[in-house]
């Protein structure tokens, strides 16, 4: 396996919000380049969501999940690796690893509120506070409906840190035909922002 510190590195979180499909599309997309190291967080009621909504069943062991997961999104597991809840000695969880990008999503309303208030007694949590603490990008795809006041609150603070929110709010000009035509719209919003090259993105007037 390349040494991961030789690649450009993000972090992906799949928490509990419903849309588990958007984080696998995410990781099917990211994979498919050439320079790219995943470090994959899953939170428990994630690996509920991903098989109640995408029969993807994840087995507790973090190497055996890498595995599985990637053999779901077509790929082996080279350039992925998932952690545990708890895995302090995660490169995610300290900022003097080299990884300058993370996406939380989707990102459900206990993650995120966890995230704006400086909670991070599980992974997921901690990783987006490195973040945040040294300037770094993080994304969050936010996604419930409908929204309180708390997690408008949580959200404008969150802004004001610098963290890119971009909610699961799949455009229609482009005339989707398909759920997996309205998921690669929201994939490519991310993709954008993280820099990565998305030729297949539908964009206005074009």
């Known amino acids: 396996m390349d040494n991961p510190i030789k690649q450009k590195q993000i972090i992906i979180a799949i928490t509990g919000a419903s849309g588990a499909a958007y984080g696998l599309r995410l990781i099917q997309k990211l994979l498919a380049t050439d320079v790219y190291f995943l470090h994959v967080l899953l939170s428990d009621a994630a690996k509920i969501v991903l098989k109640q909504e995408c029969d993807l069943l994840l087995p507790e062991s973090a190497s055996k999940a890498a595995s599985?997961?990637?053999?779901?999104?077509?790929?082996?597991?080279?350039?992925l690796r998932c952690y545990d809840k708890y895995d302090w000695f995660s490169p995610?969880?300290?900022g003097s690893s080299n990884i300058q990008q993370m996406v939380v999503i989707p990102c459900s309303m206990g993650t995120l509120a966890g995230i704006a208030n400086g909670?991070?007694?599980q992974l997921i949590e901690r990783a987006a506070d490195v973040m945040i603490k040294e300037r770094k990008q993080?994304?969050?795809?936010?996604?419930?409906t409908p929204l309180s006041a708390i997690h408008l609150e949580h959200m404008l603070k969150l802004s004001r840190l610098g963290v890119d929110l971009i909610p699961a709010m799949p455009g229609f000009y482009h005339r989707p035909e398909s759920i997996s035509e309205l998921i690669d719209f929201m994939v490519s919003r991310v993709l954008d922002h993280l820099r990565?090259?998305?030729?297949?993105?539908k964009r206005w007037g074009e």
Do not use: F, Q, Y
């Open 68 to 79: 599985v997961l990637a053999e779901h999104v077509g790929h082996d597991t080279n350039k």
């Open 92 to 94: 995610a969880a300290s």
């Open 119 to 121: 909670i991070s007694d």
């Open 196 to 201: 990565v090259d998305n030729t297949e993105a």
């Open 138 to 144: 993080l994304i969050l795809m936010p996604r419930e």
